[in-house]
């Protein structure tokens, strides 16, 4: 069972704590995997888990006493769906405490909290585990995102450990120079310097992102396969810096995901995007859309193109 320890000493408790956090994040995780169709084999998961096969069938019987009916069908484990039971069903939400402190444990090191326990009483199929296990994923997706995002930003080489690839079946850890997200920010196209080529990186299946202080070495090679910024790729490079409305930096934020590793905010109410687009008539027709809410604060190119597209609507 998934239990609190209260040690005297802080150093003690910290680390019990972020202990816990793995023991509970791995649960989930397990949940997340067994719902799949086809189910997988107690070496996979413990390997996916980082931890034994002993382990592993310690946490079914957890899920069988909390509810949920782990099935073994052709060496491969799954929860079985109970026959009847609408998957579309709304389930209810964790409370607002209990959410804080869900996501407080993928963005943060987890300290022991008394709040675990009516978390943990409420994993069964009746309850928010549905929802809860859904929220905690996204946090995580999200804490990887934002630290590949700093890769791009700063133009640095990151670590993708334990990326575990379909393929050959296997985990390990891969170096990579990041370049783009796709639209929907579930994979990540990168240059692999030990291939030598671009690859395209799935963000769920990262265990963890460490940042390194190398530069790219290969940007000449970065090259995006299908849609870059705002609707276009190509080759060109227009340098641009706008400075945004509040409403223009969500509109942004919203239609344009791969644009964020190049957006900030500075003195919290200054809202910017900087950075290289390939072609100027995708951001043209975002700026145009958005009457005075967008200002050309670098690029030329960009500026004199946007005053023929002003004079032509004139006309």
Do not use: C
Request: aromatic content about 10%.
């Amino acid at each position: 069972m998934l239990t609190f320890s209260f040690p005297n000493s802080q150093s003690t408790m910290s680390q019990a704590g972020k202990i816990e956090q793995q023991k509970i994040l791995r649960v989930f995780k397990l949940i997340n995997l067994l719902q799949s169709n086809i189910g997988k084999p107690v070496h996979r998961l413990a390997e996916l888990l980082e931890t034994d096969e002993r382990t592993i069938y310690r946490y079914f019987k957890l899920l069988e006493a909390l509810g949920f009916e782990v099935v073994k069908e052709f060496s491969k484990y799954k929860i079985q769906q109970k026959p009847g039971m609408d998957q579309t069903l709304n389930y209810g939400t964790f409370s607002q405490e209990e959410s804080q402190w869900l996501r407080s444990m993928i963005e943060s090191q987890g300290k022991g909290n008394l709040l675990h326990d009516s978390i943990i009483k409420k994993l069964d199929v009746r309850s928010e585990v549905k929802q809860g296990t859904e929220q905690l994923f996204k946090a995580n997706l999200s804490r990887l995102v934002d630290e590949i995002g700093l890769g791009i930003q700063q133009k640095k080489q990151v670590w993708l450990k334990d990326y575990y690839s379909l393929s050959s079946d296997t985990t390990s850890d891969r170096l990579v120079e990041p370049v783009a997200f796709s639209s929907n920010y579930e994979t990540i196209h990168a240059f692999e310097p030990a291939s030598k080529s671009m690859k395209v990186f799935k963000i769920e299946r990262i265990g963890e992102v460490v940042l390194s202080q190398e530069k790219w070495k290969s940007e000449p090679k970065h090259q995006l396969p299908g849609t870059q910024l705002f609707g276009f790729t190509g080759k060109n490079k227009f340098q641009v810096k706008l400075k945004l409305s509040k409403k223009a930096y969500q509109l942004m934020m919203e239609e344009h995901p791969n644009a964020r590793p190049f957006m900030s905010i500075k003195n919290r109410n200054q809202f910017y995007f900087q950075g290289e687009i390939p072609q100027l008539p995708g951001l043209a027709r975002f700026i145009l859309g958005l009457p005075g809410e967008v200002k050309v604060e670098e690029g030329e190119e960009l500026k004199e193109y946007l005053s023929e597209q002003v004079s032509k609507t004139l006309l």
